[in-house]
């Protein structure tokens, strides 16, 4: 059969062949029988933009939209889930602006709005997302899983959990998908104890859950340390039956892990059919967020001879563990593991090696690391700001802190500590109480015991011993050992004998 012959019905199906598989290159082939066809075919157009969208070729899918003598909402959706799935949300954006000027697109369907509002979840841009769901509110589009779906995670990344909520609660009807990315988005959020409250009112539709409901409820125990209700969904799940997929399975043996109960987390791991690098590297962090480091790095050993490939999350718990053990050999030899494997670009590998070489006493090694990330985020400045602090480099600290503010990183709880300890390593007092009453307030951050601590530390260093005195005495929070330790040691290096005795009855009183 000549290929000029070849039906229209026949081409069509070629064509959902071609898409489904993203060949191309035979894709264009019917392109060109298009071209070269008499009378224009706006459903077979409609397919060829969608072509060249899933085969990452939106501008091509752009210039077939642009020359269509007629279009419909078909040919506007495909394009701006092209646009959307390539990368280009703002195009998406641009898109549905020019379609709403168009006589063939004055009604514009749910597919159009989910991929508008998904758009607007990409770029965080809210105030677009609100006329979207004025929009889809006024037209009833709203009652559609898939839209309410993009309402709820558009919230949720633009961090408006009120509106989500009100969303997830006016729109009747039950949607597995909606309440996933409640709880995903309330733990995504810190909002714990909403989470807990959404599904512990779940009773009734506890047969609908499904497996990404399962792994969301564990992050969810695992993030708020509820043992209890861990045990309930565990049990929940072995009493329903459910085939254990590898990553509830995983999502078990993390829960147990950050809830401290590692024997579970052991049994958990022995029990499941199907191991795979999640569920290895998921037990591995399971000993390590618990203090035994040295049988999460074991388990490496025993990932090699089942076979399993480790990734970049391996990786980061491996060396994490290694920072514990302060095993610098055993590090330099997963730095090279990691970066002959191809992982070690990562930003987790590369924040955990920047951990694992400051805690085992090798800075410059930790600072190499750092220089040679191509990306950074704030855990990897707060581990160099932190690091540099503790091995006594104050002004190289303080130098990568103002580094981070002009790269245009907020400041955390963390941050502070670090920069707190670097102007004590330097006896800048004044800046300290800069950085202490006036940087940090302008955040929003609350100062807590560790600030406060190295503050004390910092005004002993500078043999301002009397104003540690008071600042303790006046300051509201509760101090631990370190501080009073700091102020007793102080006592007896500058020969505050009178004070030294009034700080050792005092710890005396609260360490009896």
Same mark, same amino acid.
């Given at each position: 059969?000549?290929?000029?012959?070849?039906?229209?019905?026949?081409?069509?199906?070629?064509?959902?062949?071609?898409?489904?598989?993203?060949?191309?290159?035979?894709?264009?082939?019917?392109?060109?029988?298009?071209?070269?066809?008499? $009378?224009?075919?706006?459903?077979?157009?409609?397919?060829?933009?969608?072509?060249?969208?899933?085969?990452?070729?939106?501008?091509?899918?752009?210039?077939?939209?642009? $020359?269509?003598?007629?279009?419909?909402?078909?040919?506007?959706?495909?394009?701006?889930?092209?646009?959307?799935?390539?990368?280009?949300?703002?195009?998406?954006?641009?898109?549905?602006?020019?379609?709403?000027?168009?006589?063939?697109?004055?009604?514009?369907?749910?597919?159009?709005?989910?991929?508008?509002?998904?758009?607007?979840?990409?770029?965080?841009?809210?105030?677009?997302?609100?006329?979207?769901?004025?929009?889809?509110?006024?037209?009833?589009?709203?009652?559609?899983?898939?839209?309410?779906?993009?309402?709820?995670?558009?919230?949720?990344?633009?961090?408006?959990?009120?509106?989500?909520?009100?969303?997830?609660?006016?729109?009747?009807?039950?949607?597995?998908?909606?309440?996933?990315?409640?709880?995903?988005?309330?733990?995504?959020?810190?909002?714990?104890?909403?989470?807990? =409250?959404?599904?512990?009112?779940?009773?009734?539709?506890?047969?609908?859950?499904?497996?990404?409901?399962?792994?969301?409820?564990?992050?969810?125990?695992?993030?708020?340390? =509820?043992?209890?209700?861990?045990?309930?969904?565990?049990?929940?799940?072995?009493?329903?039956?459910?085939?254990?997929?590898?990553?509830?399975?995983?999502?078990?043996?993390?829960?147990?892990?950050?809830?401290?109960?590692?024997?579970?987390?052991?049994?958990?791991?022995?029990?499941?059919?199907?191991?795979?690098?999640?569920?290895?590297?998921?037990?591995?962090?399971?000993?390590?967020?618990?203090?035994?480091?040295?049988?999460?790095?074991?388990?490496?050993?025993?990932?090699?001879? =089942?076979?399993?490939?480790?990734?970049?999350? $391996?990786?980061?718990?491996?060396?994490?563990?290694?920072?514990?053990?302060?095993?610098?050999?055993?590090?330099?030899?997963?730095?090279?593991?990691?970066?002959?494997?191809?992982?070690?670009?990562?930003?987790?590998?590369?924040?955990?090696?920047?951990?694992?070489?400051?805690?085992?006493?090798? @800075?410059?090694?930790?600072?190499?690391?750092?220089?040679?990330?191509?990306?950074?985020?704030?855990?990897?400045?707060?581990?160099? @700001?932190?690091?540099?602090?503790?091995?006594?480099?104050?002004?190289?600290?303080?130098?990568?802190?103002?580094?981070?503010?002009?790269?245009?990183?907020?400041?955390?709880?963390? $941050?502070?500590?670090?920069?707190?300890?670097?102007?004590?390593?330097?006896?800048?007092?004044?800046?300290?109480?800069?950085?202490?009453?006036?940087?940090?307030?302008?955040?929003?951050?609350?100062?807590?015991?560790?600030?406060?601590?190295?503050?004390?530390?910092?005004?002993?260093?500078?043999?301002?011993?009397?104003?540690?005195?008071?600042?303790?005495?006046?300051?509201?929070?509760?101090?631990?050992?370190?501080?009073?330790?700091?102020?007793?040691?102080?006592?007896?290096?500058?020969?505050?004998?009178?004070?030294?005795?009034?700080?050792?009855?005092? @710890?005396?009183?609260?360490?009896?």
């Amino acid at each position: 059969m000549q290929s000029s012959s070849i039906s229209r019905q026949t081409k069509l199906s070629l064509l959902k062949v071609f898409i489904e598989n993203k060949k191309l290159r035979s894709g264009k082939s019917i392109h060109a029988q298009l071209i070269k066809a008499p $009378t224009f075919d706006l459903i077979q157009t409609n397919h060829l933009i969608n072509l060249y969208s899933k085969c990452g070729h939106p501008g091509v899918a752009r210039k077939v939209f642009d $020359t269509m003598p007629e279009r419909n909402v078909v040919s506007g959706s495909a394009l701006m889930a092209g646009y959307l799935h390539n990368g280009m949300p703002s195009q998406a954006l641009h898109l549905i602006k020019e379609m709403s000027f168009e006589e063939n697109f004055e009604h514009m369907n749910e597919y159009v709005f989910a991929t508008a509002l998904a758009s607007c979840s990409e770029m965080r841009a809210l105030e677009q997302g609100l006329q979207c769901h004025a929009y889809v509110l006024k037209s009833g589009l709203v009652f559609h899983s898939h839209v309410r779906n993009a309402l709820l995670h558009m919230y949720f990344e633009s961090l408006h959990m009120e509106d989500a909520l009100r969303v997830y609660e006016t729109v009747p009807g039950f949607d597995v998908f909606a309440l996933n990315s409640m709880i995903n988005g309330f733990v995504g959020s810190g909002r714990l104890n909403d989470a807990v =409250d959404l599904v512990s009112g779940m009773g009734k539709e506890v047969e609908l859950w499904d497996h990404v409901t399962y792994v969301a409820v564990l992050g969810l125990c695992a993030a708020s340390k =509820d043992l209890r209700l861990g045990w309930q969904i565990h049990d929940q799940i072995l009493r329903r039956g459910i085939q254990f997929s590898v990553f509830v399975g995983s999502g078990i043996v993390d829960m147990y892990g950050k809830c401290g109960d590692i024997e579970s987390a052991r049994r958990a791991f022995v029990e499941l059919s199907v191991k795979n690098v999640v569920s290895w590297t998921a037990v591995m962090a399971a000993f390590a967020q618990n203090g035994l480091f040295e049988e999460a790095l074991k388990l490496f050993l025993e990932m090699g001879i =089942d076979g399993v490939q480790p990734n970049e999350f $391996t990786y980061a718990v491996l060396l994490n563990s290694c920072a514990g053990l302060s095993a610098l050999k055993i590090g330099d030899a997963l730095n090279a593991h990691a970066e002959k494997s191809g992982y070690k670009a990562h930003l987790v590998v590369g924040n955990a090696l920047i951990n694992m070489y400051s805690k085992s006493g090798s @800075i410059e090694d930790a600072r190499n690391a750092f220089g040679g990330m191509h990306q950074r985020d704030i855990i990897s400045w707060n581990s160099i @700001i932190t690091g540099c602090s503790h091995h006594g480099l104050g002004r190289e600290a303080l130098e990568a802190f103002h580094d981070m503010l002009t790269e245009g990183e907020v400041p955390t709880y963390v $941050t502070f500590v670090g920069v707190l300890l670097a102007c004590g390593n330097l006896g800048l007092v004044d800046d300290g109480l800069y950085y202490l009453t006036n940087f940090m307030r302008d955040l929003g951050i609350q100062p807590g015991v560790e600030h406060y601590t190295c503050m004390v530390r910092l005004l002993c260093r500078a043999g301002q011993l009397d104003k540690a005195e008071n600042f303790m005495t006046y300051t509201c929070t509760e101090w631990d050992i370190i501080a009073w330790r700091t102020l007793l040691s102080a006592c007896q290096v500058h020969k505050y004998y009178n004070l030294g005795k009034r700080v050792a009855e005092h @710890i005396l009183q609260l360490y009896p």
